[in-house]
């Protein structure tokens, strides 16, 4: 029972688990690189392309972040947390500096236009909609104040104590609110 | 200082962001080393975000991949070498003993670290109460720290010594539980001694479980499972001693309902490992 329960388990067995595709990744092992990608780049598009917001220059950003990424594998510690948050701290950081760049600011004049994230109603074109089916349903969980929070924590980089500052909030409803909107997303798994 | 006051602070939030300086940064983590509940509040954080961050997916132009694979240059040999596989050292089962040991070590090594860290801290915060600028409250927390970190630290080293002697003991074998599709990063291990009987299991690997649910090991004994009691993940050191095993053939994790079920349920295995 033992050998036949274990045979099944493996036989669904389609990923590789983190572990593995680490120490993969430090053999600098193609297969790895390639699993990386497939799994992760949509994520790391989405968040870079949310900073900032032209395609082109997020390709770049992207580009660059993954060689990053597998350059600097070695800096990775599981111990202190997931290869997602690793990876999406260096895309957020690369990303929000590029917006502090000249580059950014004259290309961002010329192509404005032809770029359409989301409207007032939170709808995004058809071009960017979101993939995950549960996910819009987590976000429409979060009311206005808590997305904006996320959004200028998770996209702008804005600390808590800055967010305070800047929006003329007292820091303890910041955090409350932050903790809210942390409870509403914990909840969708 | 309170544990679920830490954890609410927002100190969490921003160490997964990456917003904190190096120094709280290693504060986060030597309170995940000595707090289960902190671990597990990272983890979850890490969890929520990262599907916040999923519902924003897009897919990037193929052109991306395509300039990367050009770009980097890869190992041949381990794209060829998948044939004649490495060979997994025979000697497994000492090795993760090896890797046990030294992982006890380092805790101990730590635990005595975060008490100098602590002290040091606790002589920062003095100091900075002399200039008088900073909040009460917070350097209230601080000493409190301090207080309750040097009142449980001979007691932990006991229990610590003892899960030591235990590892060492060669009639103790350990069985890594390798992670399923329902939680393919965790890695548990467990301990048991042949001879006493005994069996120890790290709970540090394992997701927060749902509220009234609860993890539950299991020894599989010629094909029959049985109950070696449920996880509490709330023990300091993320080794708990679980029910008395006779013999085994393997050792699994199955989530059930708080309390424990007289039988596994195999849909909820979340690891698993044989001997």
Known sequence: MTTITQNKVIATLKTISENELVSLLLKKDKRSFEYLYENYSSAIYGVILRIIRSEDMAEEVLQDCFLKIWNKIEDFDPEKGKLFTWMINIARNMAIDKTRSRDFKNKSKSDDIDFVVDNENGNLSEKFKIEHIGVKDMLKELNPDQHQLLDLMYFKGYSQSEISEEFDIPLGTVKTRVRAAMNILKKFF | ?275
């Open chain 2, 1 to 275: 200082m309170n544990i679920e006051e830490y954890i609410s602070s927002g100190i969490i939030e921003s160490y997964v962001l990456g917003q904190l300086n190096i120094d709280e940064s290693l504060q986060v983590e030597q309170m995940a080393r000595l707090y289960p509940e902190v671990k597990n509040e990272i983890n979850a954080t890490e969890k929520a975000f990262q599907k916040y961050a999923e519902g924003y997916s897009v897919k990037p132009s193929p052109l991306v991949k395509e300039k990367l694979l050009s770009q980097i240059n890869f190992k041949d040999e381990s794209l060829k070498g998948k044939k004649s596989a490495k060979t997994i050292p025979i000697n497994k089962n000492s090795s993760w003993k090896n890797l046990v040991i030294a992982a006890s070590l380092t805790i101990a090594i730590l635990s005595t670290g975060a008490s100098v860290y602590f002290w040091q801290k606790w002589k920062e915060t003095k100091s900075e109460l002399e200039i008088a600028h900073a909040s009460k409250a917070e350097l209230a927390q601080s000493v409190n720290l301090v207080n309750q970190k040097f009142k449980n630290s001979s007691v932990q080293i006991e229990a610590l010594n003892k899960q030591l002697a235990f590892l060492k003991d060669t009639n103790t074998i350990i069985v890594p539980l390798k992670g399923l599709p329902k939680n393919p990063n965790s890695l548990v291990l467990v301990a048991w001694n042949k001879q006493s009987q005994e069996v120890f299991v790290n709970t540090e690997n394992l997701p927060t479980p749902p509220e009234g649910k609860q993890f539950q090991l299991w020894a599989i004994k010629e094909g029959t499972p049985v109950d070696a009691g449920v996880l509490e993940l709330e023990d300091s050191f993320g080794l708990q001693k679980m029910k008395s095993i006779e013999g085994a053939q393997a050792f699994a994790i199955t989530l059930e309902n708080k309390g424990g079920s007289p039988a596994p349920t195999l849909e909820e295995m979340y690891v698993m490992g044989t001997l």
